[in-house]
């Protein structure tokens, strides 16, 4: 045997490279070598969205805050796949039979949005997103008009915080901790504008990025950064 042959016969096999598990609200790297039976916790079901809410409809968690609701770990467990889950973002209220929608009418005034059930539940639409309320005629003689309403910006409430709690960031795609003595301008991350769902699109209309996979969807980056809010709504 040559001196090249026992070389070649005593090198070590190269190690199968990591992949990443597709199921949702896993995301872990893993090996066909290194990948036991309970090692994966994922979500089997798909998320579901309602007047604000978030919620997995397996497992019943849910929350207002969308990277809290990310953040909810996985209900159940297996081993990790490479296949992505045939899931898709449903209405908390999809068991019952949805009554038709009137046509949407429109004027020279806009669109009108009110038959939108996207529109209603304070989602962005993307037919009436940028289409303004028609608004209410006013009579020019003061005859027979309703009060009209001041808008008044109600005063922040002043709170005491220690700069040394640990606190959660509520910016959307933050749900980082932190304390308020290391917060600056650019300590935050975030998305600032709303999650856009519309037909099988799911993204942020700040950045205007939209996938049609939910995964997808929470692996997109934050476009902006700014100081972290534990306060957010």
Same mark, same amino acid.
Do not use: N, Y
């Given at each position: 045997m040559s001196a090249e042959t026992e070389k070649s016969a005593a090198a070590p096999a190269p190690a199968p490279a990591p992949m990443r598990c =597709?199921?949702?609200g896993c995301d872990a790297m893993f090996t066909d070598d290194d990948n036991p039976d309970g090692s994966c916790h994922y979500h089997p079901s798909g998320p579901?969205?309602?007047?604000?809410?978030?919620?997995? *409809? !397996?497992?019943? =968690?849910?929350?207002?805050?969308?990277?809290?609701?990310?953040?909810?770990?996985? !209900?159940?467990?297996?081993?990790h796949t490479t296949e992505k889950p045939v899931t898709?973002?449903?209405?908390l209220n999809s068991k019952a039979t949805p009554p038709k929608l009137a046509p949407i009418q429109s004027s020279k005034q806009g669109v009108e949005t009110e038959a939108c059930s996207r529109c209603r539940q304070g989602f962005f639409c993307s037919d009436h997103g940028s289409q303004p309320k028609a608004q209410k005629p006013v009579a020019v003689n003061g005859t027979n008009?309703?009060?009209?309403?001041?808008? *008044?910006v109600p005063q922040p409430k002043k709170k005491v915080v220690n700069i040394n709690e640990p606190r959660v960031c509520k910016n959307k795609g933050c749900g980082k901790t932190y304390k308020e003595k290391d917060n600056h301008d650019a300590a935050c991350e975030y998305h600032p504008g709303p999650a856009v769902f519309h037909d099988r699109n799911r993204g942020w209309k700040c950045?205007?990025?939209h996938v049609k996979e939910f995964d997808e969807f929470m692996e997109i980056p934050p476009c902006t950064k700014g100081w972290h809010n534990a306060d957010a709504v």
């Open positions: =597709q199921r949702i579901m969205f309602h007047d604000g809410m978030k919620e997995w *409809s !397996c497992c019943k =968690q849910r929350s207002h805050d969308f990277s809290l609701f990310l953040a909810i770990p996985g !209900c159940a467990t297996g081993k898709k973002a449903v209405s008009t309703e009060p009209v309403e001041k808008c *008044s950045c205007d990025v």
